[in-house]
């Protein structure tokens, strides 16, 4: 039995996140071995590439083990009660205790490291909207009971976080849930009452926003907006990221300029290896490099949609989306960014970007993806496997009773 789940890991997604994540090692310590021995960190060229490659080791295990764990435990209602309570108390928490990092108050100082709940959240999130729909399958078009409360806590949730204020992850959770719902089952009918909700709980939300106008819509986030809208007039200051990205990528044509030999990585583009890695990842590696990044996100993201259209289980389809929907809407509004498409939001590149809490939540996401991929290959082979056996038994008996006659 064993050795039949063994088979059926999708071996092909397994080596593309293996490959992604050495690859954003290594642009991590090309991106940030400049800034690492500046004033602000006085360390050696290699800290951020050394906490990095520990970041991965860890996730690394952490991957193996939620990969071996059958996915159908997570729908269990006591751990549905706990992602509800811990998610509730630990951004009520952040509040009070929070650290504050680029204005937000998003994280828990935790001796030297960081951590960022809002990342594991995430996670959470997805595995209790997927749970409640799938449960909810039976009666998904009646919108008062099948659809409503879990929007309304998806809601809170999202205004716990925005208010922090970190508005791209909130976002971000918005746009995994609303892909969560619609991909539910519902009819559109209900998709459209689904939609006026969401309209309607923006507009009850507008009060609070202007209470928090000060700190959702800083002068610095105001900034952000005029700089997306214009960035060269801007340059000198709110632009100079986003104007500095765009000399990056100019400069890194077909094959780059080598890597490690990035110019904007000299102070040009500061945090370089966090939100505009991808920035350095052009000037260095060209187009070439680009697309590298692009082939391997866009084959994660298929491959989850894939794995979502074959597996029969309504939680299996929906978590595998949901995780597939983060890695995807995450990735467009990173890369939507640092290319001028949106404005910026601080949101970190999946597998590339340095980030100890993001590479951790993305272990266990592609753990709990290749798991569901590994059981619908198992049950589809296994139910082809009887249906072929069935039909060569009938066969069989056909023709011995044909031979008897």
Same mark, same amino acid.
């Given at each position: 039995?064993?050795?039949?789940y063994?088979k059926?890991?999708d071996?092909?997604?397994i080596i593309i996140?293996?490959?992604?994540?050495?690859?954003?090692?290594?642009?991590?310590?090309?991106?940030?071995?400049?800034?690492?021995?500046?004033d602000k960190y006085?360390?050696a060229?290699?800290?951020?590439?050394?906490k990095?490659k520990?970041?991965?080791i860890?996730?690394?295990?952490?991957?193996?083990?939620?990969?071996l764990i059958?996915y159908k435990i997570?729908?269990?209602k006591y751990?549905?009660?706990?992602?509800?309570i811990?998610?509730l108390?630990?951004?009520f928490?952040l509040g009070?205790?929070?650290h504050t990092?680029n204005?937000?108050?998003?994280?828990?100082?935790?001796?030297?490291?960081?951590?960022?709940p809002?990342?594991?959240? =995430?996670?959470g999130?997805i595995?209790? #909207?997927?749970a409640v729909y *799938?449960k909810?399958?039976? /009666? !998904? $078009?009646?919108?008062?009971?099948?659809?409503?409360p879990?929007?309304?806590?998806?809601?809170?949730i999202c205004?716990?976080?925005a208010?922090?204020?970190d508005?791209?992850t909130a976002?971000?959770?918005?746009?995994i849930g609303?892909?969560i719902v619609?991909?539910?089952?519902?009819s559109?009918?209900t998709?459209? =009452?689904f939609i006026?909700?969401?309209? #309607?709980?923006g507009?009850l *939300?507008?009060p609070?926003? /202007? !209470? $928090?106008?000060?700190?959702?819509?800083?002068?610095n986030?105001?900034?952000r907006?005029?700089?997306?809208i214009?960035p060269f007039?801007?340059?000198?200051?709110?632009g100079?990221?986003?104007?500095?990205?765009?000399i990056?990528i100019g400069?890194?044509?077909l094959?780059g300029?080598?890597l490690g030999?990035?110019?904007?990585?000299y102070?040009?583009l500061?945090?370089a290896?966090t939100d505009?890695i991808?920035a350095i990842?052009s000037?260095?590696l060209?187009?070439?490099g680009v697309?590298?990044v692009?082939?391997?996100l866009?084959?994660i993201i298929?491959?989850?949609?894939?794995?979502?259209?074959?597996?029969?289980?309504?939680?299996?389809?929906?978590?595998?989306?949901?995780?597939?929907?983060m890695i995807g809407i995450?990735?467009?509004?990173?890369l939507?960014?640092l290319?001028?498409?949106?404005?910026i939001t601080?949101?970190?590149?999946?597998?590339?970007s340095?980030?100890g809490s993001?590479?951790?939540?993305?272990a266990i996401?592609?753990g709990?993806l290749?798991?569901?991929?590994?059981f619908?290959?198992y049950?589809?082979?296994?139910?082809?496997?009887?249906?072929?056996?069935?039909?060569?038994?009938?066969i069989?008996?056909?023709?011995?009773?044909?031979?008897?006659?």
């Amino acid at each position: 039995m064993l050795s039949r789940y063994a088979k059926s890991y999708d071996v092909s997604l397994i080596i593309i996140i293996i490959l992604i994540s050495l690859f954003g090692l290594v642009m991590v310590y090309s991106s940030s071995m400049v800034i690492a021995t500046t004033d602000k960190y006085e360390a050696a060229s290699d800290f951020f590439y050394q906490k990095q490659k520990l970041n991965l080791i860890a996730s690394f295990f952490v991957f193996m083990l939620v990969a071996l764990i059958p996915y159908k435990i997570y729908k269990h209602k006591y751990i549905l009660i706990s992602i509800f309570i811990v998610s509730l108390s630990v951004l009520f928490l952040l509040g009070i205790v929070g650290h504050t990092t680029n204005n937000a108050q998003s994280w828990f100082k935790l001796g030297g490291r960081s951590l960022q709940p809002s990342e594991f959240i =995430k996670v959470g999130m997805i595995i209790y #909207l997927s749970a409640v729909y *799938a449960k909810k399958q039976s /009666y !998904i $078009n009646n919108f008062n009971v099948g659809v409503l409360p879990p929007i309304v806590f998806l809601f809170f949730i999202c205004f716990l976080i925005a208010i922090q204020p970190d508005i791209g992850t909130a976002a971000i959770m918005g746009l995994i849930g609303m892909a969560i719902v619609i991909s539910s089952g519902m009819s559109f009918k209900t998709i459209m =009452k689904f939609i006026g909700i969401l309209a #309607l709980l923006g507009l009850l *939300a507008s009060p609070f926003i /202007y !209470i $928090n106008r000060d700190d959702i819509f800083s002068d610095n986030r105001l900034g952000r907006i005029d700089s997306f809208i214009n960035p060269f007039e801007y340059e000198e200051d709110e632009g100079y990221q986003i104007v500095n990205s765009y000399i990056a990528i100019g400069t890194g044509g077909l094959t780059g300029v080598g890597l490690g030999n990035s110019v904007l990585k000299y102070g040009y583009l500061p945090e370089a290896h966090t939100d505009f890695i991808m920035a350095i990842v052009s000037e260095e590696l060209g187009l070439a490099g680009v697309l590298f990044v692009f082939f391997c996100l866009g084959f994660i993201i298929l491959k989850g949609f894939w794995i979502a259209s074959r597996c029969k289980d309504a939680f299996g389809s929906l978590l595998a989306l949901g995780i597939s929907s983060m890695i995807g809407i995450q990735s467009f509004i990173n890369l939507g960014g640092l290319s001028g498409i949106i404005p910026i939001t601080g949101v970190t590149l999946p597998f590339i970007s340095y980030g100890g809490s993001s590479i951790l939540v993305l272990a266990i996401s592609m753990g709990i993806l290749v798991n569901v991929s590994m059981f619908t290959n198992y049950e589809n082979r296994y139910k082809i496997t009887n249906q072929q056996q069935s039909e060569k038994s009938e066969i069989l008996s056909s023709a011995k009773s044909f031979h008897l006659n």
